[in-house]
């Protein structure tokens, strides 16, 4: 089984920046598909950022894309998703999730979620 918790959110202005974390334990994240999701108040949950198990590939929701970066630490098993340039939008709870296959993305299932964190950006 995986847990799956993470850090890192708050209050931050337009244009600030955030790291979020994601700290895994029960597998390392080198034998899992990684993503990030959010979702707002009244809306559905939202694709963010994921990485195939390999790390090589990673994709972003269109709305994040040139903003947000997804990486991971595979020796401190944590992942991690840079928010830069946020807006008012960017507000939301962001889960991280982990899926068992190679493969990552907003088309696929994902197996484990961790219990989010909440972005607030200010205008």
């Known amino acids: 089984q995986v847990q799956l918790v993470e850090s890192g959110g708050g209050l931050v202005q337009t244009g600030g920046s955030l790291r979020l974390s994601c700290a895994a334990s029960?597998?390392?994240?080198?034998?899992?598909?990684v993503g990030w999701f959010r979702q707002a108040p009244g809306k559905d949950r939202e694709f963010v950022a994921a990485m195939a198990r390999g790390g090589g590939s990673t994709y972003y929701g269109d709305s994040v894309n040139g903003r947000f970066t997804i990486s991971r630490d595979t020796a401190r098993s944590t992942l991690y998703l840079q928010l830069n340039d946020l807006k008012p939008e960017d507000t939301a709870v962001y889960y991280c999730?982990?899926?068992?296959?190679?493969?990552?993305?907003?088309?696929?299932?994902?197996?484990?979620w961790g219990q989010g964190t909440q972005v607030t950006v200010s205008s």
């Open positions: 029960g597998r390392t994240f080198s034998t899992l598909a």
């Open positions: 999730a982990a899926r068992d296959g190679w493969a990552a993305g907003p088309r696929y299932e994902y197996d484990y």
